[in-house]
């Protein structure tokens, strides 16, 4: 009898063990989400990877707490048994409509698995600066090694107080804690033009350069920001080319303006910016000898001569 109930109580563990092995589970990347400070009306993201292990149905996504309101599900809000066995991305958005801490919870529930939450806290700030580029994507197109430059002029609204653009010396008493300050990331085939600031003006303006080093496409991005203003983006993207031999000004054709166009390379082979020469572009180099000089305007002359003739 004895031997009876111990192999009916083995045979009892071993089912339970086979069924513990098999259990639904939802399996989530980070249990807490840290949004920050996020300002009125902009939104900032936040993404996490839910993954299913023996899943018989859906995971379902729903958003609790007091301050729900202020988060948003972006991505699919049910994850089907075959996306969580690869493992799902899901996407949370923090657009507060109130100040102060704003806390929450994403739940995520699936028939037999136990509910997985992730926590989700941020802190609202009222907005008082709103920065408005009169673009948000700036292109470029020019020869290799040969300049050219846009006018960028960001607005500003419910805004009081200093504008700037950097870079700037932290260490120069007017520079101190710029209210908006504009910063270049990226390729440095892009470049901010000196230093701006205004004091309560309405509007920034800045240039940009763009002077390719290589053939191809560069990409860069100006960031704004400011004192009680969300951060903006400016994205850049220049493309670059190699003219032919003697086209200086890479329009297609070799005429009187690129013979003007090598005048002004040869007198203005100093970037004032970096104060050293900026070197010569390859297809200025008419004759081919290696040296950028006064015998490749000739050439360039007679060449428009004896098309003349």
């Known amino acids: 009898m004895r031997k009876i109930v111990l192999l009916a109580v083995l045979n009892i563990c071993a089912a339970l063990a086979i069924v513990a092995q098999g259990a639904p589970q939802i ?5 807490s989400l840290d949004f ?19 899943l018989t149905d859906d995971i379902s996504l729903t958003l609790q707490g007091a301050s ?19 493992g799902a991305e899901v996407v949370i958005s923090f657009f507060p409509m109130n100040e102060g801490p704003r806390w929450a919870t994403l ?21 008082s600066a709103f920065l ?17 430059y846009k006018t960028l002029v960001v607005h500003r609204s419910e805004f009081d107080g200093w504008l700037a653009v950097a870079p700037y010396n932290p260490f120069d008493p007017v520079f101190l804690n710029p209210k908006i300050a504009a ?13 701006t600031m205004c004091n309560k003006a309405d509007s920034l303006v800045l240039t940009v350069r763009y002077r390719p080093l290589t053939v191809g496409i560069h990409t860069a991005q100006i960031i704004l920001t ?26 297609g054709r070799i005429d009187i303006a690129d013979v003007t166009s090598l005048i002004d390379l040869l007198l203005n082979n100093i970037d004032d910016d970096e104060e050293e020469e900026v070197g010569m572009p390859p297809y200025a180099d008419a004759n081919e000898d290696g040296i950028v000089g006064i015998s490749d305007v000739t050439l360039l002359i007679d060449h428009m001569l004896t098309a003349r003739e």
């Open 36 to 54: 920050g400070d996020g300002y009125n009306g902009y939104n900032e993201y936040r993404t996490l990877v839910v993954t299913g292990v023996d």
């Open 183 to 195: 910063t270049l990331q990226g390729d440095s085939d892009f470049r901010l033009m000196g230093v």
């Open 27 to 31: 399996i989530v990347s980070t249990t």
């Open 132 to 148: 408005i580029p009169d673009e948000k994507m700036m292109t470029f197109e020019t020869a290799v090694m040969c300049p050219v």
């Open 107 to 127: 739940v995520l529930s699936s028939p037999g698995a136990q509910d997985a939450k992730v926590t989700l806290r941020g802190n609202g700030i009222k907005t």
């Open 68 to 86: 729900s309101i202020d988060y948003v599900i972006k991505s699919s809000k049910t994850i089907t048994p075959e996306q969580a066995a690869e």
């Open 226 to 251: 400011g004192e009680k203003a969300h951060p903006v983006t400016v994205e850049l993207e220049g493309t670059a080319y190699m003219p032919e031999t003697g086209d200086v000004n890479g329009d």
